[in-house]
């Protein structure tokens, strides 16, 4: 069975970010690869890996990373269709410098870039990219969307029968 996105980090420090995206994955049903490969201390693995992407079909990678985080962008280069990246939180500048290394790409070089640490957005961005295809996930992509309205719905329902300290006092 072919893959239809392939999520990539530079290290296995980002691994619980990543599995954020791929948990939402398995929650649509949409079938990926998981790699680790350093775009500074594997540049020739990522060339071949984006070489990999295109021969397996996949239809959007995810790469996250840190710090000076090239992935994403190197990602963007080698592989012709969308890549979201996501900037991982850093200790030195918080993900600042990751999010600044990602959002600015040179123009014909795009990155679909969420916040800081936020693999599941980019889980939910990727199914939506992919549902423009696929009626069927278009119809699970709006349940979802309809789920998380029915949610803030009930929360505010019990904000307002119990007030907002009882509230905090039950979270």
């Given amino acids: 069975m072919k893959k239809q996105v392939g999520i990539i980090m530079g290290s296995d ?25 350093s775009a500074h201390r594997e540049p ?8 990999r992407a295109k021969e397996r079909d996949y239809q959007v990678i995810i790469a996250g990373a840190g710090k000076a985080a090239a992935l994403p962008g ?7 269709l969308p890549v979201i990246g996501i900037p991982m939180k850093t200790s030195d500048l918080g993900g600042v410098d990751s999010l600044y290394s ?18 599941k957005n980019a889980g939910i961005l990727a199914a939506k990219i992919l549902s423009v295809g696929d009626s069927d996930l278009r119809k699970r992509v709006f349940d979802f969307q ?19 300290r009882e509230y905090l006092e039950q979270k």
Avoid: H, R
Avoid at 102 to 119: L, R
């Fill in 74 to 80: 190197m990602c963007a280069a080698l592989f012709p």
């Fill in 13 to 37: 420090s980002d691994m619980e970010i990543m599995a954020q995206a791929a948990k939402v994955l398995d929650d649509f049903g949409i079938s990926y690869d998981m790699d680790i490969i």
């Fill in 102 to 119: 990602i959002v600015q790409m040179p123009s014909g070089v795009p990155v679909a870039t969420v916040a800081i640490n936020g693999g």
């Fill in 44 to 51: 020739l693995e990522l060339v071949e890996y984006g070489e």
């Fill in 146 to 164: 309809s789920n998380l309205k029915n949610e803030t719905i009930s929360k505010n329902e019990k904000l307002q029968k119990l007030g907002w």
